[in-house]
């Protein structure tokens, strides 16, 4: 029986993923978390077969909190679970470590097969992601800029092409407003960008939003 941890935010959302993971025949729900935090902790103390990981918490990030996972344990497969399509954040949650990514969107049957290749010590690439990796290939300019932004800087440039302001944003994820804007400040000179209106355009253009 695999032992499985989920790690969300929403309490409503993770009784879901419950029900569902408790109609596989070999996996098991034996904890969970509200928080990056509180899930690293978990990790540490005890020993889990999956991870199922929301990519937006409050405070520490999913892609941090993944990060930090797979230094306390690298064998420890991850699944991604996020709000945001894949071409925001699925090639970023692989190179951090991520084991899978699926957006929350989709059918119960693919997050089960997720799960059922991820426990076998595979890895679940979506079709729709994988053709797009595929046609991605030899594009590699607006990437690479993008890969310089850390995890954090990168959902910060998200939010901000979203329409979101600073203060929404600090709100959101438990951080202050200096540090909202410090990280703003970060991301308009990696990207030689001016003001917020040009990150917003050049997230368009890269289809982030």
């Given at each position: 029986m695999k032992r499985v941890i989920i790690a969300d935010d929403h309490v409503i959302f993770r009784e879901g993923l419950k029900q569902v993971i408790?109609?596989?025949?070999?996996m098991s729900v034996v904890d969970e978390a509200g928080s990056g935090l509180e899930l690293l902790q978990k990790v540490e103390k005890s020993?889990?077969?999956?991870?199922?990981?929301?990519?937006?918490?409050?405070?520490?990030?999913?892609?941090?909190?993944?990060?930090?996972?797979?230094?306390?344990?690298p064998d420890l497969a991850v699944l991604i679970l996020s709000m945001h399509p894949e071409e925001?954040?699925?090639?970023?949650?692989?190179?951090?470590?991520?084991s899978g990514y699926l957006t929350k969107g989709n059918a119960t049957s693919e997050l089960i097969d997720a799960l059922q290749k991820l426990a076998v010590g595979k890895k679940y690439v979506s079709d729709n992601l994988a053709v797009s990796m595929v046609n991605g290939l030899g594009n590699s300019s607006p990437l690479e800029i993008?890969?310089?932004?850390?995890?954090?800087?990168?959902?910060?440039?998200?939010?901000?092409?979203s329409g979101k302001p600073v203060g929404k944003?600090?709100?959101?994820?438990v951080l202050s407003?200096?540090?909202?804007?410090?990280?703003?400040?970060?991301?308009?000179?990696?990207?030689?960008?001016?003001?917020?209106?040009?990150?917003?355009?050049?997230?368009?253009?890269?289809?982030l939003v």
């Open positions: 408790a109609s596989t025949a070999n020993d889990y077969d999956l991870v199922v990981l929301d990519i937006s918490m409050p405070g520490r990030s999913g892609l941090d909190t993944l990060t930090d996972i797979k230094k306390l344990k925001q954040y699925a090639l970023r949650a692989y190179k951090s470590g991520a993008r890969h310089t932004l850390s995890n954090r800087e990168y959902q910060v440039l998200c939010m901000i092409a944003i600090a709100v959101e994820l407003v200096k540090t909202i804007s410090t990280y703003r400040s970060h991301i308009l000179r990696k990207l030689n960008k001016k003001n917020s209106s040009e990150l917003t355009r050049y997230a368009i253009e890269n289809g």
